[in-house]
């Protein structure tokens, strides 16, 4: 079933979503990894991977020429990188076009994301995925794309400004009843992993979904699992958080308010959903529930799982 790759570069493999691709790479039998790591970036992250006989590069996505030589011999890129446009949009063309001159076979850029074709899901904060995207399919080179909603690891973190656990608050927009998609990093990884040497992936859009959620879902389920009762406070309806976004451009975003909080908090408001996973076509990958996912990181007995409060899965 596997296509003739072998040789996979990935792009942003000292990142958080970046470590784990390149564990699940690495576990995939057949794929030799190559990983391209900045000049003065340590990877520390990667430190343990060294023993597997990863072959490191040193480029960046702002040299071409280091590019060029990191394509050397390679079937397949595969992009976790973010940070600004000049990163996300920019350098992942660079990496596209040295891509499309070394003749390979797979380009997954880095996605990962929500449905960004809807207009809703995000704003202007999704305009770089749409732009690398509609560059990817104008290359000519054979892509995939991979969709897995927000990461579990995010969307449950006071990162994406609704679920804060610590300070026993949940902040939502809408009446915390929409549907969201939600995957752990390692699921989406391990999909990533399988769909870059299946030929039945070439040019196509994947979405895979861990579990679907919503936010009274999960902060029921978190009362449940603790015995700690959350604090709920609505910020507004779905329509004002569309108006917000639609103000906010990329460019006057803030630290305080980044632009992946703003994707984030459009998807836990139930914009950009997944209509059609493909999880049923890789049915060895069993993604873990929010349910699990909450357990394991309060290291929760398992015994407490009782009937899920979330919406149903897909
Ligand atoms: N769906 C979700 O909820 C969600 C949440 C978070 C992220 N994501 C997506 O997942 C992807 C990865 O995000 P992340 O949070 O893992 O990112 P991250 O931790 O910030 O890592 C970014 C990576 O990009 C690399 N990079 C930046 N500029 C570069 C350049 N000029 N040349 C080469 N490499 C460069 C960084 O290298 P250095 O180590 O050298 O800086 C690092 O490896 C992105 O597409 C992001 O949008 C999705």
Known sequence: ???????????????RFGGRLASALLARPGIHLHVLVRPGTHGDALAGLAEHGVTWVRGSLDDMRSLDSALEGVDAVVSAVDGA?????????????????????RFIPSDYSLDYADPESGGAFMDAHRQVADAVVRSGVPHSFVL?????????????????FERGVVSYWGTGDEPFDVTSMADAAR?????VVDPRATGRRLEFVGDVATVNGVAALYEELTGHVLRRVCKGGVEDLRRQLARV???????????????????????????????????RLRPVSVRAFLQSRWMLPSAASAALPLASQP
């Open 191 to 195: 999909w990533v992993a399988e769909v």
């Open 148 to 164: 897995c909603g927000a990461f579990m690891e995010t969307a449950l973190s006071p990162r994406a400004q609704v679920f804060d």
């Open 249 to 283: 451009r990329p460019e006057g975003v803030t630290v305080q308010q980044p632009s992946a909080s703003l994707a984030l908090l459009a998807q836990l408001a139930g914009k950009g959903r997944l209509r059609e996973p493909a999880n049923a076509e890789y049915p």
């Open 85 to 105: 446009p000049e990163v996300r949009v920019e350098g992942q063309l660079r990496l596209l076009d040295s891509a499309r001159r070394h003749g390979v076979i």
């Open 1 to 15: 079933m596997d296509t003739d790759i072998t040789h996979v570069l990935l792009v942003g493999g000292t990142g």
